[in-house]
C-alpha cells in the first residue's frame, strides 16, 4: 500500500464522526483515536464506551494487519511472496490468504477490473511516492505481462505462488476493507454499539447513533479536494451497521499536460483508468467486498460496472460523474438524498 497524504484520505464523511454525535441537541464527544497506519489516516471513534484499552486492542490488531499485508514493509508476507515470485511457494498467515482469495474472487468477477498482481504497474507510474512519472509505452508493455491474476495460485496449506519473476501482488485496493472488518469484529466483541471506524475512506459505521436512530452518512463532493476542516458532500443516507467505501479519480494523482494521472490503475491498459467516474462509493455489510468493489467498479466504469453491482445481493452503489450526475443503484432509490443542488440524479 502506498502512502496517502492525510489532506486527501478522507472520502466519506460522517456528519457526527469526525467531530461530535448530537442526542437531544447535546454534543456527545467519541473516545477518539487517531493515527497514520496501512498508508492511510485511521480514526477510530467510540460512542458508547470509555475504554481505551479497546481502541487500544484495536489499532494493533491494524498494525498486525499492515505487517503482513503492505509492499512497503520488507518482511511482510505479501513482500516475502512477491520476492519469491517464480521461485517457490510461501505460506502466508490466514489474514492474507483469505484476503487474497477475496481479491482473486473480484478479479474473477469483474473480469480482471480488481487485479492483485497489479504491483508492477503501480510501481512503474509511482502515484503517490513523490516519485511518479508517465512511463513510456516499452516500460508499459514490460510491466504489463507481468500482471495477470491467473498467475497467482493459492495452494493448499495457505501456500502462494507466483508464476513468473517479477510479479507484484498489491492489496491496496482490499486490506483496509478487511482492515475495517476486523476493527469491527473487536468493537462488537468489546460489547461497543455505536463506533465510526475511518480507515481513510473505508469507514464502517457501527450500530447507530447512541440516541439508536441511523447513522447519517455523507458523501463527499468528488470535485472539491478536501481538508478535514472544509467538508462539502453532495448527498446523504441513513444508516445502521454499514460499510461504506469510496474510490475516486482524485484521491491520489498528479497532473501532465492537463491530464490526470491517478492511482486506480486499468490492468487492460496499463494506464490509470479512464471513464468518466469522479467516484464511485459501494455500500456493503463487509468492507471487504466493498473495498475490492469499488475499485473494481471504478476501473469498469458506469455501464458495466452498475450492471455488476446490480447482480451482486446486498451491495449498493453510487457513482459519480465528471460531468456531476449522480446514478445510484435500484435498491437506494428513494434513500439518497442529494444535499448540492449542482449534481443532478439520473435515472440509468
Ligand atoms: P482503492 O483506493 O481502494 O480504489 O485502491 C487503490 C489502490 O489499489 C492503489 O493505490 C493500488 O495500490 C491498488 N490498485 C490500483 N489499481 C488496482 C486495480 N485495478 N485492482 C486492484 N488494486 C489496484
Ligand atoms: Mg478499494
Known amino acids: 500500500m502506498n502512502r496517502r497524504s492525510i489532506s486527501v484520505v478522507i472520502i466519506f464523511v460522517i456528519f457526527v464522526s469526525l467531530s461530535s454525535c448530537t442526542i437531544d441537541n447535546k454534543a456527545i464527544k467519541p473516545l477518539s483515536k487517531d493515527g497514520f497506519m496501512l498508508g492511510t489516516f485511521v ?56 484476503v487474497l482469495k477475496k481479491a482473486k474472487y473480484y478479479s474473477e468477477i469483474s473480469g480482471g477490473a480488481f487485479e492483485p498482481t497489479i504491483g508492477p504497474l503501480v510501481n512503474l507510474w509511482g502515484i503517490g511516492t513523490g516519485n511518479e512519472r508517465v512511463p513510456s509505452e516499452e516500460e508499459i508493455r514490460k510491466s504489463l505481462i507481468k500482471v495477470d491474476f491467473n ?51 473505508n469507514i464502517y459505521a457501527l450500530g447507530s447513533k447512541p440516541d439508536g436512530t441511523p447513522w447519517r452518512l455523507g458523501i463527499q463532493n468528488p470535485m472539491i479536494s478536501r481538508s478535514r476542516n472544509k467538508v462539502s458532500h453532495i448527498g446523504i443516507f441513513d444508516g445502521k451497521n454499514i460499510s461504506v467505501v ?26 490509470p483508468a479512464r471513464n468518466n467516474v469522479a467516484g464511485i462509493s459501494v455500500l456493503s455489510q463487509d ?17 458495466e460496472g452498475l450492471k455488476l453491482a446490480e447482480k451482486i445481493d446486498g451491495v449498493d452503489v453510487i457513482y459519480i460523474t465528471k460531468d456531476m450526475k449522480i446514478y445510484i443503484s435500484s435498491n437506494l432509490r428513494g434513500k439518497f438524498e442529494i444535499t448540492n443542488e449542482e449534481f443532478e440524479m439520473m435515472t440509468p
Request: hydrophobic residues 40%.
Open 43 to 98: 480514526v477510530i471513534n467510540l460512542y458508547d464506551q470509555k475504554d481505551e484499552k479497546i481502541i487500544d486492542e484495536v489499532f494493533e490488531r491494524l498494525r498486525e494487519i499492515e505487517n503482513r499485508m503492505s509492499v512497503n514493509i520488507e518482511d511482510s508476507d505479501i513482500s516475502l511472496v512477491n520476492k519469491n515470485a517464480g521461485i517457490k511457494p510461501v505460506k502466508v498467515h490466514q489474514d492474507v490468504y483469505y
Open 151 to 201: 498467475k497467482l495460485h493459492l495452494l493448499g496449506n495457505n501456500e502462494v505462488f507466483l508464476d513468473e519473476k517479477d510479479m507484484m501482488i498489491d492489496l491496496g485496493g482490499i486490506a483496509k476493507g478487511y482492515a475495517a472488518d476486523e476493527a469491527k469484529k473487536i468493537l462488537l466483541d468489546r460489547g461497543v454499539k455505536s463506533a465510526i471506524i475511518d480507515l481513510g475512506g
Open 246 to 271: 469510496t474510490s475516486g479519480d482524485y484521491e491520489r494523482y498528479f497532473e501532465e499536460n492537463g491530464i490526470r494521472y491517478h492511482h486506480i490503475i486499468d490492468s487492460k491498459t496499463g494506464f
Open 287 to 303: 468492507s471487504i467486498d466493498g473495498d475490492a468493489l469499488s475499485t473494481a467498479l471504478f476501473v469498469l466504469g458506469l455501464d
